[in-house]
Protein backbone atom coordinates (compact mmCIF):
# COMPACT_ATOMS: atom_id res chain seq x y z
CA UNK A 1 0.00 0.00 0.00
CA UNK A 2 1.09 3.10 -1.04
CA UNK A 3 0.46 4.27 3.02
CA UNK A 4 -1.20 1.92 5.35
CA UNK A 5 -4.74 2.69 6.37
CA UNK A 6 -7.17 -0.05 7.05
CA UNK A 7 -10.10 2.58 7.60
CA UNK A 8 -8.72 4.59 4.78
CA UNK A 9 -12.37 4.30 3.08
CA UNK A 10 -14.66 5.24 6.49
CA UNK A 11 -12.07 7.84 8.13
CA UNK A 12 -13.95 10.84 6.84
CA UNK A 13 -17.54 9.73 7.27
CA UNK A 14 -17.68 12.10 10.46
CA UNK A 15 -15.79 14.91 8.53
CA UNK A 16 -18.54 15.46 5.59
CA UNK A 17 -19.77 18.62 6.52
CA UNK A 18 -16.60 20.34 7.44
CA UNK A 19 -15.04 18.69 4.37
CA UNK A 20 -17.27 20.00 1.69
CA UNK A 21 -16.92 23.63 3.54
CA UNK A 22 -13.37 24.54 4.49
CA UNK A 23 -11.41 22.13 2.16
CA UNK A 24 -9.44 23.94 -0.51
CA UNK A 25 -10.29 23.52 -4.53
CA UNK A 26 -7.48 23.82 -7.18
CA UNK A 27 -6.07 26.07 -8.79
CA UNK A 28 -7.20 26.66 -12.44
CA UNK A 29 -3.76 26.48 -14.02
CA UNK A 30 -4.03 22.98 -12.88
CA UNK A 31 -6.69 22.08 -15.78
CA UNK A 32 -4.73 24.12 -18.66
CA UNK A 33 -1.59 22.18 -17.87
CA UNK A 34 -4.11 19.27 -18.42
CA UNK A 35 -5.73 21.01 -21.43
CA UNK A 36 -1.89 22.14 -23.23
CA UNK A 37 0.13 18.58 -22.15
CA UNK A 38 -2.62 15.93 -22.17
CA UNK A 39 -4.79 17.40 -24.27
CA UNK A 40 -8.09 16.77 -22.08
CA UNK A 41 -10.98 18.44 -24.46
CA UNK A 42 -14.31 18.53 -23.81
CA UNK A 43 -16.49 15.52 -24.32
CA UNK A 44 -13.43 13.51 -23.18
CA UNK A 45 -14.61 10.75 -20.85
CA UNK A 46 -13.04 10.68 -17.17
CA UNK A 47 -13.03 8.50 -14.03
CA UNK A 48 -12.44 10.75 -10.90
CA UNK A 49 -11.29 8.32 -8.27
CA UNK A 50 -12.11 8.66 -4.80
CA UNK A 51 -14.04 11.83 -5.83
CA UNK A 52 -15.05 12.53 -2.51
CA UNK A 53 -17.45 15.07 -2.09
CA UNK A 54 -16.90 16.39 -5.72
CA UNK A 55 -14.27 19.53 -4.95
CA UNK A 56 -12.44 18.51 -8.01
CA UNK A 57 -15.08 16.73 -9.98
CA UNK A 58 -16.97 19.97 -10.37
CA UNK A 59 -13.54 21.55 -12.23
CA UNK A 60 -13.80 18.91 -14.72
CA UNK A 61 -17.82 19.15 -15.16
CA UNK A 62 -17.33 22.45 -15.84
CA UNK A 63 -14.88 21.24 -18.49
CA UNK A 64 -17.44 19.86 -20.05
CA UNK A 65 -15.99 16.28 -19.55
CA UNK A 66 -18.83 13.34 -18.83
CA UNK A 67 -16.98 11.97 -15.11
CA UNK A 68 -17.67 8.83 -13.00
CA UNK A 69 -17.37 9.99 -9.66
CA UNK A 70 -15.82 6.33 -7.90
CA UNK A 71 -16.09 7.04 -4.67
CA UNK A 72 -16.01 4.45 -2.08
CA UNK A 73 -17.44 6.24 1.03
CA UNK A 74 -21.16 6.17 0.98
CA UNK A 75 -21.44 9.85 3.07
CA UNK A 76 -18.54 11.81 1.15
CA UNK A 77 -20.04 10.00 -2.33
CA UNK A 78 -23.76 11.57 -1.14
CA UNK A 79 -22.58 14.71 -0.42
CA UNK A 80 -21.01 14.64 -3.73
CA UNK A 81 -24.24 13.76 -5.71
CA UNK A 82 -25.84 16.36 -3.97
CA UNK A 83 -23.12 18.93 -5.04
CA UNK A 84 -23.14 18.01 -9.04
CA UNK A 85 -26.74 17.22 -9.47
CA UNK A 86 -27.23 19.92 -11.96
CA UNK A 87 -24.58 18.12 -14.24
CA UNK A 88 -26.15 16.13 -16.34
CA UNK A 89 -22.83 14.37 -17.16
CA UNK A 90 -22.00 13.04 -13.69
CA UNK A 91 -22.65 9.50 -12.92
CA UNK A 92 -21.63 8.42 -9.28
CA UNK A 93 -20.23 4.98 -8.71
CA UNK A 94 -19.85 3.11 -5.93
CA UNK A 95 -16.67 1.76 -6.04
CA UNK A 96 -12.80 1.72 -5.27
CA UNK A 97 -9.42 2.44 -6.85
CA UNK A 98 -8.85 -1.28 -7.30
CA UNK A 99 -11.98 -1.81 -7.96
CA UNK A 100 -13.97 0.95 -10.02
CA UNK A 101 -16.91 -1.38 -11.78
CA UNK A 102 -16.14 0.51 -14.96
CA UNK A 103 -15.85 -1.35 -18.19
CA UNK A 104 -12.39 -2.26 -19.83
CA UNK A 105 -11.29 0.83 -22.01
CA UNK A 106 -13.77 2.81 -20.85
CA UNK A 107 -12.61 6.74 -20.44
CA UNK A 108 -10.34 8.70 -21.57
CA UNK A 109 -8.39 9.92 -18.16
CA UNK A 110 -8.02 8.59 -14.97
CA UNK A 111 -7.86 11.33 -12.02
CA UNK A 112 -7.25 11.33 -8.47
CA UNK A 113 -7.19 14.44 -6.19
CA UNK A 114 -5.90 14.04 -2.56
CA UNK A 115 -6.51 10.12 -2.30
CA UNK A 116 -3.71 8.61 -4.05
CA UNK A 117 -1.85 8.40 -1.23
CA UNK A 118 -4.82 5.87 -0.02
CA UNK A 119 -4.77 3.22 -2.99
CA UNK A 120 -3.22 0.37 -3.30
CA UNK A 121 -0.29 1.32 -5.95
CA UNK A 122 -0.29 -2.03 -7.35
CA UNK A 123 -3.81 -3.07 -7.84
CA UNK A 124 -4.75 0.70 -8.73
CA UNK A 125 -2.50 1.01 -11.26
CA UNK A 126 -3.87 -2.59 -12.78
CA UNK A 127 -7.35 -1.31 -12.61
CA UNK A 128 -6.05 2.02 -14.02
CA UNK A 129 -4.49 0.42 -17.30
CA UNK A 130 -8.07 -1.84 -17.80
CA UNK A 131 -10.57 1.15 -17.78
CA UNK A 132 -8.30 3.58 -19.39
CA UNK A 133 -8.10 3.55 -23.36
CA UNK A 134 -5.32 2.60 -25.28
CA UNK A 135 -2.76 6.11 -24.57
CA UNK A 136 -5.08 6.90 -21.56
CA UNK A 137 -3.30 9.80 -19.08
CA UNK A 138 -3.44 9.22 -15.34
CA UNK A 139 -3.26 12.35 -13.14
CA UNK A 140 -2.79 12.61 -9.80
CA UNK A 141 -3.07 15.63 -7.67
CA UNK A 142 -2.41 16.68 -3.91
CA UNK A 143 -2.98 19.99 -1.85
CA UNK A 144 0.38 19.97 0.02
CA UNK A 145 0.09 22.18 2.81
CA UNK A 146 2.70 24.15 4.28
CA UNK A 147 4.35 23.94 7.47
CA UNK A 148 6.71 25.94 7.65
CA UNK A 149 5.80 29.49 5.73
CA UNK A 150 4.67 31.20 8.35
CA UNK A 151 4.61 31.64 12.40
CA UNK A 152 1.26 30.75 12.38
CA UNK A 153 1.53 27.69 9.83
CA UNK A 154 4.62 26.52 12.50
CA UNK A 155 2.28 26.55 15.37
CA UNK A 156 -0.49 24.58 13.36
CA UNK A 157 1.71 22.00 12.89
CA UNK A 158 2.76 21.64 16.07
CA UNK A 159 -0.29 21.64 17.45
CA UNK A 160 -0.98 18.69 14.58
CA UNK A 161 2.04 16.58 15.65
CA UNK A 162 0.71 16.85 19.94
CA UNK A 163 -2.92 16.57 19.56
CA UNK A 164 -3.31 14.45 15.75
CA UNK A 165 -4.31 10.91 16.17
CA UNK A 166 -2.17 9.27 13.91
CA UNK A 167 -1.17 12.50 11.61
CA UNK A 168 2.61 11.40 11.36
CA UNK A 169 1.61 8.62 9.40
CA UNK A 170 -0.61 10.58 7.27
CA UNK A 171 1.48 13.70 6.93
CA UNK A 172 1.58 15.40 3.77
CA UNK A 173 5.94 14.71 2.71
CA UNK A 174 4.22 11.24 2.37
CA UNK A 175 1.54 11.40 -0.12
CA UNK A 176 3.84 12.20 -3.06
CA UNK A 177 7.58 10.32 -1.88
CA UNK A 178 6.49 7.32 -4.27
CA UNK A 179 3.96 8.79 -7.29
CA UNK A 180 6.01 6.97 -10.06
CA UNK A 181 5.25 3.75 -8.84
CA UNK A 182 1.71 4.29 -9.87
CA UNK A 183 2.76 5.31 -13.73
CA UNK A 184 6.27 2.96 -13.81
CA UNK A 185 7.91 1.91 -16.54
CA UNK A 186 5.91 4.77 -18.21
CA UNK A 187 7.41 8.42 -18.32
CA UNK A 188 5.24 10.94 -16.22
CA UNK A 189 5.87 14.81 -15.35
CA UNK A 190 5.07 16.70 -12.85
CA UNK A 191 4.36 20.71 -12.42
CA UNK A 192 3.64 22.90 -9.11
CA UNK A 193 1.68 26.33 -8.34
CA UNK A 194 0.73 28.24 -5.38
CA UNK A 195 -3.16 28.31 -3.30
CA UNK A 196 -4.18 29.96 -0.33
CA UNK A 197 -7.17 29.80 1.82
CA UNK A 198 -7.76 32.64 4.31
CA UNK A 199 -10.80 32.10 7.08
CA UNK A 200 -12.23 33.59 10.03
CA UNK A 201 -11.44 31.84 13.51
CA UNK A 202 -14.56 29.14 12.71
CA UNK A 203 -12.98 28.38 9.27
CA UNK A 204 -9.90 27.41 11.06
CA UNK A 205 -11.56 25.15 13.48
CA UNK A 206 -13.63 23.80 10.03
CA UNK A 207 -10.90 23.45 8.53
CA UNK A 208 -8.77 21.22 11.26
CA UNK A 209 -12.10 19.40 11.88
CA UNK A 210 -12.10 18.15 8.22
CA UNK A 211 -9.07 16.50 8.64
CA UNK A 212 -9.08 12.52 9.40
CA UNK A 213 -6.35 13.12 12.11
CA UNK A 214 -8.15 15.30 14.20
CA UNK A 215 -9.61 13.74 17.15
CA UNK A 216 -13.63 14.38 17.24
CA UNK A 217 -15.70 15.56 19.93
CA UNK A 218 -16.21 12.32 22.13
CA UNK A 219 -12.37 11.74 21.94
CA UNK A 220 -10.68 13.85 25.56
CA UNK A 221 -8.06 15.48 23.50
CA UNK A 222 -10.63 17.27 21.00
CA UNK A 223 -11.14 20.46 23.61
CA UNK A 224 -7.22 20.74 24.56
CA UNK A 225 -6.52 20.81 20.78
CA UNK A 226 -9.28 23.49 20.31
CA UNK A 227 -7.97 25.84 23.25
CA UNK A 228 -4.49 25.54 21.54
CA UNK A 229 -6.05 25.97 17.97
CA UNK A 230 -8.21 29.20 19.22
CA UNK A 231 -4.71 30.26 21.45
CA UNK A 232 -2.50 30.59 18.42
CA UNK A 233 -5.16 31.94 16.24
CA UNK A 234 -5.56 35.08 18.51
CA UNK A 235 -2.04 35.27 18.46
CA UNK A 236 -1.36 35.10 14.80
CA UNK A 237 -4.72 36.10 12.95
CA UNK A 238 -4.28 39.44 11.11
CA UNK A 239 -7.61 41.55 10.93
CA UNK A 240 -8.92 38.46 12.33
CA UNK A 241 -8.27 36.45 9.69
CA UNK A 242 -5.19 33.67 9.13
CA UNK A 243 -4.17 31.63 5.92
CA UNK A 244 -3.15 28.02 5.08
CA UNK A 245 -0.93 28.55 2.08
CA UNK A 246 -0.23 25.43 0.15
CA UNK A 247 1.93 23.87 -3.16
CA UNK A 248 -0.65 21.98 -5.24
CA UNK A 249 1.29 19.27 -7.29
CA UNK A 250 0.17 17.35 -10.23
CA UNK A 251 1.70 14.69 -11.98
CA UNK A 252 0.80 13.62 -15.36
CA UNK A 253 1.44 11.17 -17.80
CA UNK A 254 0.68 8.21 -20.11
CA UNK A 255 -0.34 4.21 -18.76
CA UNK A 256 1.09 1.00 -20.78
Given at each position: ????????????????????????????????????????A??????????????????L???????????????????????????P???????????????????D?????????????????A?????????????????????????????????????????????????????????????????????????????????????????????????????????????????????????????F????
Open positions: MFMPAANATSRFSDRVENYVRYRPGYPKEVLQVLRKECGIPGQVVADIASGTGIWTHMLENGNPVFGVEPNAEMRQAGERLLASFKFTSVAGTAEATTLADQRVFVTAAQAAHWFDRERGREFVRILKPGGWLALLWNERLTDSTAFLRDYEHLLLTYGTDYGEVRHERTTDAVNEFYDPAPFRAQVFELRQEFDYAGIEGRLLSSSYAPGPDHPQHAPMLRELRRIFDLHAVAGRAAFDYKTRVYGQLR
